[in-house]
């Protein structure tokens, strides 16, 4: 497929991709798109995508599927659908075929009393299905304890358009929905979302009940559902911190989504400053009326963790008063603010607030909320002259733009940072210290809620954003608040979807909820071992062990994810990486009862110990995958499905740039990053000439990024670009998906603030917005009128560099036959 | 207009540099928006055309952080935008730099849309603050054009944002450009003013120059005469328009009652608290002449129900006076009827200085205690 724009002009391209997405791909997602937009209220939002996929903007990626088709028995035939059952860690799109392990007809789940447990299946329609209904029953006990049908919350999972990559959106399942009836389309893969609510005095014991479908003219399927309830109540670490900045709120529904917060293990939110005014003494007076407020939700909420507030509201209150900010005069009006601030906490001990420094220090590209280390360390020493005010930097890292920022973790009360290696020293520090460590932003994995906390050592984990503001337009897939990052996406961004009259939790809000009961789990077992009499060393040392795993199977940072060697990653099944989660969580429920039998005297190896009569479930086990199916799940080469392209034509009169046929060309590469010794550096930027993909010659240039941002660097060549219409080069996108480009150009008139940056972003011409398909792609840049965003023209003589990458510089791709060209 | 008409058929000047703000055309959105927008080709001027659809009920649009942040090469924000609406739309361009703390520390630029086509042409060069200070263009942290006053929605549809430098000195073709050249044709806006030679020779400001131009393009019966009339209404009452710029404790109404005495519709001020005011601003409705130049007394009627007297004053700001250095200009309201005439030949300000009464920003009338005034309009005339 050889796709080419033009910079001016209508984008043919998007429109063949949107052709080829509709006669190729799956018409599903259309059908759910529409469905999405037919949720709206609002008909701008409507006219807006409508105008974004004519200029390309707005362009649906479909899912690809894995698994061949699955072949319905005779009773999914007279089911009239496929049932399966997924590890709900991992999606279900609307074209998922079932794996032969997941084609069960069961459900079984483990729980403590007042935990809330998911459990979810799916079904494939091998037809129409009417008027659909989903129901459960009471769960009981052989000796008669029940857990009522109204404990199993219902939801189908609706599968949204959401952001993946910028202007592109994939269907993907995003809101768990209540409802009634469904109808559901052939072949639309639908998945189901049961959580249960054990009672905070549910009895423990084997639950059984039945989960019944029913389709108008099918016969209804029952799946059977198992429900352990486990002898003991998951302990709430009193140290820890979950909390979420909260984006917007809606005084009516603020109360149900902290309630809903609450029950999904949190317990902080941010809260805004109170406002401050000044008497003409320099006497600070608060309005408070805000804190009250939150005062009272919050607890009502049972939401008494640290919340955080700021100071840069008292900031600018002072800088409106005159001084400049940590000016002369600043500081006393500062200070006493600050005072005021203090005054209030003091008359509530129960509420318990840490006061942010501004924002992500930083030493360049500040944005207003943000300040550099050494402002930051101002206002440390102004929060300082307030003895009892609990104060907090989260830098993202251990340097900022090469200023070390370890020097904070001295100075503040509480350190939140990014849990990854960028951190690594303001982690240990933290730890070293004993100050308490908040880490931020790791995502909605399970992973980073729970095990990977406890591996931390942090204190906290808190995440951008909860949109709490209620909007009848919260599906909408652009954002219709202002458009912060152009082509970015309104969904799959928050952990729900607040409308006015209800709140629809997203799967990974559920994730996250397991990972918080996965750190309980874990928290109960460590009070546990606190408790173990001596005369339990056997198990405290059969508990260590399994602490021990469980540290060697969790990484240092979450987002690399479990290490858990090659009976699972390597094996490539998503379903077994998935299953160690629970694998690991009975185990350590197991290891809580054998202490709790040894604590109360009893032989956990004994008939009637709770150890013994527990034990005998299988829970956690590890899903066996066959070797052939190991290999259909293998990872992907970059190559996947990209054999060939079709070889280009210079056209008459063309200057080459670059053909890549020996490895000279790499003489004419720049690694993108300050301080590096050789101008191209291969352990940098991993460019090499290869036979692969060529498009011109022998020999294309592959690249595969390995750091965040930047890209490839094309430089010393042939720069007078004069007499020329229009820049080209072949690019070969290796992966199954379209990803967005990123290209830049300056010409020797830039100012270079280090050897191999690109020069200010006013005074280079940025090209930030064109979708890179699967497979060959020509782009094209005009030449004519080339020039700077700030408007100055390039001296077309003296054309210095290029830049490229795909997808922020995380994509694979390769490039050849860099041109100039006269349009014919 | 036989001038004006001549006027428009002259080439479009050069400009040397150009810039997007916002490219609408590629689809481009503002990514700092309270006012509802939406891409749309169902702009009636344009339908086959993308344009950005702003619904104005409260709210702005602009862009946060922008990408380009130095302005200080250029000389205008030029756009596009349509009116369809039969009523004119008072909006104003509002700049923040990295020193902007509030209010006072931005500048504004106000602006007039006539119903139907406008192209628009702001001086941005020389922009100062609303407090009278330099401007900082090379360090702008934020845009928004907002409308001036709240009112029912008005839909305006606007086309490619975009800067432009000095005019080159000799009239043709547009210079190369990165860019494209926006489609409407603008009236060049180079330094605040213009002077054309005609058959008649006349100086007007830039904002009043394109909402001329507007008019024209509209079809509009009639453009604002460029001599003064010999009456203008600072607040007409009869055309059913109410001051937009007043403190929160006052309120403010149209009625029928005093209608006698202050000959037709009375506007019913209550001041909740003392030191508190209503008034209008250069960005009000339509109704503020941004010129007072031609008059000498401002005129108007009150009637003051209580058993009182009152005492309050009119203050007056341009462009360049802050509140410390306005112009006020104190009256005392009897009981009963009372006949007020403010000399506004030379408009003092506090500080020592004068109004520029061609850019007259802001007036408002605030009284020295809690009361309920009923007054006409406000009437600019001459001895």
New interface residues.
Partial sequence: MSLTTAL?GTPHWVCALLVLATSCWADPAQDLLHEQLATLT?S??L??I???Q????FVLVPHKEDSPPAVPAEMDRRAGFIVFVRNYLEEVYYNTQPRPSERVQTLAAFATPDEYEPLTFALCPLGVLNDLTVTCTDLTTATGAAIPAAAVDVRFVRQLARGAGRFLWTIAPEALETFDRLQLPADRTTQFWLTVHVPPDGAPGEYHGVVRISARGLPVTELPLQLVVLPFRLQTDPAMTYGWYLAGTTPQTLPAVLADMRAHGFNAVTIGEPSVTFAADGTATGDFSSWERWYKLLKDAGMTGIHQSGVSSLS?AV??QGPRELGPGFDTLFVAGLRAYKSWLDAHPDFHVVFTIFDEPRETLL??WNRNFDDTVDYISLCRQVPGLRISVNPMGDTGDRKDYTPFVGLVDVLNTHAWKGSEKLIALTRQQGKPLWTYNNGYSRLAWGFSQWKLGSQGNWQWAYFAAANPNAYSPIPI??????GESNTGRGPTYCFPDRIVPTPRYEWVREGIDDYRYLYTLLQALKRAPAGAAAAIDRARKLLQELSDAVPEYPAIGLQTGTEAGGSGDPARLMAMFDHFRWRIALAILELQDIEAGRDPQAAGSLWSQFSRYPFGQLPNISAEAAATRAPKTPTAGVLAVEKTVLSPGAKLLYDFETDDCLRQLETDRAGAEDPFDPDLMPARCVADLSTYGKRALFYQPQDKAGGLHFINFDGDWRGFDVLRMDLVNPTDRPVNGYLCITDANVPLPYPRAMGA??DR?DLE?FIVPPGKYTLEVDL??????????FDMSRIAKIALSLDGNRSPFYVDCIRLEKRQ | MTALATWLLLPVLAFGQKAYLLNVQKGELPNDASAQVALTTDNPEQPDGITLKVTYGKGAFGQYNPRLKDWSSFQTMRFYVFNPAQQPVSLYLALRDKDTVDYNTRSDIPFTVQPGRNNISLPIRGAVRINGAAFDLSSIRQWFISRSAEGPDQDLYFGDIVLEGAPTTAPGPAAPSALPAPAPPSAPAAHGTIVLEGRVRIEIDTVTLQNLVAAAQAGAPSAPQPTPAPRAYVLNLAAGQLPSDNSPDVTVALSDQHAAELGGKTLRVQWARKETSFGMGAWGAGAVPFNWTGFDVLRFEAFNPSDRVLGCYMAVRDRKTGYENRADMPFRLSPGLNKIELPIGVIATNAGGTIDKANITQWYICCDQPAEVYFSSLRLENE
Avoid at chain 1, 54 to 57: F, S, T
Avoid at chain 1, 481 to 486: A, C, D, I, M, S
Avoid at chain 1, 784 to 793: D, I
């Fill in positions: 001016r609002n701008d939002i006219s807006t409508k105008v974004l004519r200029v390309g903007k600018a800088v409106r944005n207003s608040g202002g458009f912060e990052n152009e972003y006013d011409f917005a004519g009128g080339l020039g700077a965003k700030n408007g100055r023209l």
